[in-house]
């Protein structure tokens, strides 16, 4: 389980093809302290800790987890939000976060507001149920509160206020029109679509 709440920005300094996908990531991060077989979140997917050195570490990652997840991110040169598994006692500062992605988004606008930023991304049928005002959306690893959603031919466009803070020490500063996004909805809203399901068959 993660919180959403990023803790470094990494960056892919390798990628290697032996049979799964092997990606050697960078990080300011005391690796001394990551045990081997230690869950991380990069940019919101839950991947497990292969091999690691000092300052970075090494994941596989599937066919199916590339596939499901947004273009070019297992790229050289590619930065990820980083997150290390909570642990228990830890303070809940964003919202559960179970890093797996249930779908992705495409960036249809990013405006200043203010201080903060403006971030538009359109999703597909699969996840505009679950997507809803003032409620908890993950997009790229990151913890984020939905301000508005407009339905628009079955697809969902939702708005996202990104604060300086968030803007500066995640990789959505540098988010930009058309880039593909990872999206983890709210495991709340996971479970009550299940539930509704199960209510209206037994009706």
């Not at 690796?31 to 690691?52: E, F, N, P, Q, R």
Request: aromatic share 6%.
């Amino acid at each position: 389980m993660f919180t959403g709440i990023v803790t470094d920005i990494g960056t892919v300094t390798r990628v290697e093809s032996p049979g799964d996908t092997r990606v050697v990531v960078s990080t300011a991060y005391d690796t001394a302290t990551v045990d081997l077989g230690a869950s991380i979140s990069c940019s919101g997917v839950c991947l497990t800790v292969v091999d690691k050195g000092p300052n970075w570490f090494a994941v596989d990652v599937s066919g199916e987890t590339i596939s499901r997840t947004a273009k070019d991110q297992w790229t050289e040169g590619r930065k990820f939000n980083l997150e290390r598994a909570m642990k228990l006692g830890d303070e809940l500062g964003g919202h559960i976060v179970t890093g797996h992605v249930d779908g992705l988004g495409t960036v249809v606008a990013v405006t200043e507001e203010g201080g903060s930023h403006r971030v538009t991304i359109r999703a597909g049928a699969d996840i505009a149920p679950f997507i809803a005002p003032k409620g908890s959306v993950t997009v790229d690893g990151v913890s984020l509160t939905v301000n508005t959603v407009q339905d628009i031919d079955g697809e969902v466009e939702f708005g996202l206020n990104i604060i300086p803070h968030t803007w500066s020490v995640t990789t959505l500063g540098t988010i930009h029109v058309e880039q593909s996004v990872n999206i983890e909805i709210d495991v709340l809203a996971r479970y009550l679509q299940r539930m509704e399901h199960y209510r209206v068959k037994a009706s």
